[in-house]
């Protein structure tokens, strides 16, 4: 651990170490761990932080306190393998912790999350489970906290689906015996509520199981009664405004909607006496998630171009920031958590090439301490950086993208990796991002693009593409691919598609369609059928969003289907999947696995046991990563890297 004054920022807190290109890579465990430090949080008095760090396949959340004269870490809770994962940890007080703990189980043959939550002194005394299944009936998720009512130590509001309907109630906790009384009675069609961070309930959301309609209600200051502000229907193209964060004391809410199609931030007044305010919206890309301090003060508004920004509405928090830019301008920073006086912060610094480094901000003394950074065998000098790109579409449409180049070489004929992005709704954003480290790291080039039918660039870029996931989303990524190579980019012979989940589903669909272009693909929790992912409903209460958001021309998506499609392959394909993975679930490749065998296709097929969609433990990604360089090395060769070496 190291402590520099802020005179001392530029040299000592973001140096580096550069090492000769030549250097042997990383070998795979350096990628495929698990942060070393993640979900950090300061007490509410500023004397201890705590965080959780890696251990192999287990995590176990740590305290350290800042006032002993040496810093001491104090293990709290450790996971266990194959049983539950700490997902988070937040201080309820200045001496207790609540923890969230992820699990999966198994009920007639099909997989599904849940959550238990415990609560442990910042010395590790006291662990308790505060919510017992004995008396919840059978909820799934137990760590839905709403409002952390500082102003009540001992309790805290949460939200439970005692009765499995899919309406929850709000209860409040109290942290140390886990014993609960009811704040909010279930209200369908609300499945989520929100508060006002001071303990009132005071928005909500929800759908029936009738329609697509999502429903927004409010309560006024002071009111029981819940009022309709607006009906929107799923995944429509709507000018109303959604509420996600209520103003405490005062009749107005914070509200996303649009401007000038682009997703704004609106301030409305719940009351209808005047119209609605615009806080923040950008020309180009959406406004993303509000910062909000614990108390429901507005800091700042998220918004991603080829990096990432943070519009500060905290004139104090501005000037913090900026301080710490100028430090580093490579790297992007932002305050994750703050003591109650404000006087201290947690700060998270991030590039593409370091996944996070975490600080202390001590701002009463003028120090940054230096927690620790998530992937500490990793030499950030020594890994390439993403380089925005844009090419255009056959449409002449123009797609943003970014360009990984292995360090010290030129964009120039080498072996390529393709590899769009899941969702597809979400985006490729400039960070670290561990297997397009790995691939960069043994001398591939990778090109990510954000299609049509990503996120973040609004309405009108998202529905052009909307229930065409192998239409107009997949020819964005295949313009990419031939734009690569008429560029000199890429090796035309030496290029592969890799994608995990939606991106899986793409890099399948390169192995039915362009034989031509790819020598091999990759698909990691793919989808390989569109007709059996509608029928996976499990994730929605209402099997008509599936529909709404996939499609339901049974031609189309036969024809969009892979598994349907398998006798047009003509390229080595791997598979990899873990069988407790229940976004997209294993039978998807079971059956492509199985297809391709009758078909004599070339290829492999790797399933993890009891991993999940995202392959969060060390072992599935060293075997993900074994696995995908073995494959590489037998279908576009060796990578290529500076000195021919």
């Known amino acids: 651990m190291q402590v520099c004054s802020a005179a001392t920022l530029l040299a000592a807190v973001f140096a580096v170490t550069a090492i000769p290109a030549t250097a042997a890579p990383p070998p795979i465990e350096a990628f495929a761990r698990m942060p070393q430090i993640r979900g950090v949080t300061i007490s509410p008095d500023g004397s201890r932080v705590a965080y959780i760090t890696s251990s192999g396949d287990l995590s176990v959340a740590v305290t350290l306190d800042l006032t002993a004269a040496e810093a001491k870490s104090t293990p709290l809770l450790r996971s266990e393998s194959g049983e539950y994962d700490i997902r988070w940890c937040n201080w309820a007080n200045d001496q207790r912790l609540l923890c969230g703990l992820w699990g999966m189980a198994e009920e007639s043959g099909r997989v599904y999350p849940f959550t238990r939550l415990v609560a442990v002194n910042a010395d590790g005394s ?32 949460i939200q439970l689906d005692d009765d499995v309907n899919g309406f929850p109630t709000v209860f409040e906790l109290n942290i140390n015996t886990g014993m609960r009384k009811t704040h909010t009675r279930e209200r369908a069609p609300i499945r989520s509520f929100t508060t006002d961070a001071k303990g009132n309930v005071r928005l909500g959301s929800g759908y029936s199981t009738t329609s697509t309609d999502v429903s927004y209600y409010a309560r006024l200051e002071n009111e029981r009664e819940w009022r309709l502000l607006s009906k929107i229907k799923a995944f429509s193209q709507t000018d109303a405004l959604r509420p996600i964060a209520a103003a405490p004391g005062k009749n107005i809410a914070y509200a996303t909607g649009d401007f000038e199609g682009r997703a704004a931030l609106w301030e409305m007044d719940l009351t209808d006496q005047r119209a609605p305010q615009l806080v923040f919206s950008h020309p180009l890309v959406d406004a993303d998630n509000p910062l909000l301090t614990p108390d429901g003060r507005l800091l700042g508004i998220w918004y991603e171009l080829d990096r990432p920004f943070v519009h500060y509405t905290d004139e104090k928090v501005r000037s913090l920031i900026q301080a710490i830019n100028k430090a580093e301008p490579s790297k992007f920073s932002h305050i994750t958590d703050s003591s109650r006086d404000e006087s201290k912060f947690i700060v998270r610094s991030y590039s593409d090439v370091d996944a996070s480094t975490y600080f202390v901000l001590d701002t009463t003394k003028g120090r940054l301490m230096r927690l620790g950074t998530q992937y500490p065998d990793l030499d950030p000098a020594s890994q390439g950086r993403m380089r925005s790109i844009a090419y255009k579409a056959a449409d002449g449409t123009e797609i943003p993208g970014y360009l990984t180049v292995p360090p010290g070489l030129r964009a120039e004929n080498l072996p390529l990796i393709v590899m769009p992005h899941g969702g597809p709704i979400a985006r490729d954003t400039w960070d670290f991002d561990f297997l397009r480290a790995f691939l960069v790291s043994r001398g591939y080039a990778v090109l990510q693009m954000n299609f049509r039918g990503s996120s973040g660039y609004g309405d009108n870029w998202y529905h052009a593409a909307h229930q065409d996931w192998g239409g107009l989303t997949y020819s964005d990524i295949t313009d990419g691919a031939r734009w690569a190579v008429s560029q000199g980019i890429a090796d035309p012979k030496r290029m592969c598609v890799v994608g995990w989940s939606f991106g899986g589903y793409a890099a399948l669909v390169g192995a039915v369609r362009n034989n031509d272009l790819y020598r ?73 696995d199985a297809a391709l065998k009758r078909a004599n296709k070339p290829h492999r097929a790797v399933y993890l046991k009891d991993a999940t969609h995202q392959l969060d433990r060390q072992s599935d990604r060293v075997t993900l990563l074994t696995e995908i360089e073995k494959f590489l090395l037998e279908n576009l060769g060796p990578g290529t890297v500076a000195n021919g070496s």
């Open 520 to 592: 091999c693909s990759v698909s990691i929790a793919g989808v390989a059928d569109l007709n059996q992912l509608l029928s996976e409903t499990r994730f929605f209460s209402n099997w008509r969003f599936a529909r709404e958001q996939i499609g339901v021309d049974k031609e189309k998506l036969r024809a969009d289907s892979p598994l349907r499609q398998v006798d047009k392959i003509a390229m080595p394909v791997l598979l990899v999947h873990g069988d407790k993975d229940y976004q997209v679930e294993v039978d998807h490749t079971r059956r492509m």
């Open 126 to 157: 006291k662990l308790k489970q505060l919510i017992q299944n004995a008396e919840t009936g059978r909820a799934q998720f137990h760590d839905h906290i709403l409002d952390w009512t500082p102003d009540e130590p001992d309790t805290v509001l």
